[in-house]
Nanobody, 114 residues
Framework: QVQLVESGGGLVQPGGSLRLSCAGSGITFSSYLMSWYRQAPGKEREYVASITAGGSTNYADSLKGRFTISRDNAKNTVYLQMNSLKPEDTAVYYC????????WGQGTQVTVSS
């Protein structure tokens, strides 16, 4: 059974930081393209960042410089370091694993508010 479990979300003040984690099981994690997406209330899900099996990264243009994606294949985990958070970063953040087929986690809520 494939599972992707996100964690690390929460309430943070503007300008603060959070690190999200997504732990995978039931897949050969190291072979998968891992991505983060987010969905704000009333909006469509949008791409945030991705990291290939080989470690190459890509980011949504609007988030470059503030967000960093990384992975630890020994721990079957992908991370999203988010810095200088803004209220518009408030969303449910999802991880996705993609290799021949795709899997999604259940999401973790990030709220940026004073």
């Amino acid at each position: 059974q494939v599972q992707l479990v996100e964690s690390g979300g929460g309430l943070v003040q503007p300008g603060g930081s959070l690190r999200l984690s997504c732990a995978g099981s039931g897949i050969t994690f190291s072979s998968y393209l891992m991505s983060w997406y987010r969905q704000a209330p009333g909006k469509e899900r949008e791409y945030v960042a991705s990291i290939t099996a080989g470690g190459s990264t890509n980011y949504a243009d609007s988030l470059k410089g503030r967000f960093t994606i990384s992975r630890d294949n020994a721990k079957n985990t992908v991370y999203l370091q988010m810095n200088s958070l803004k209220p518009e970063d408030t969303a449910v953040y999802y991880c996705r694993a993609n290799y021949l087929r795709q899997y999604w986690g259940q999401g973790t809520q990030v709220t940026v508010s004073s």
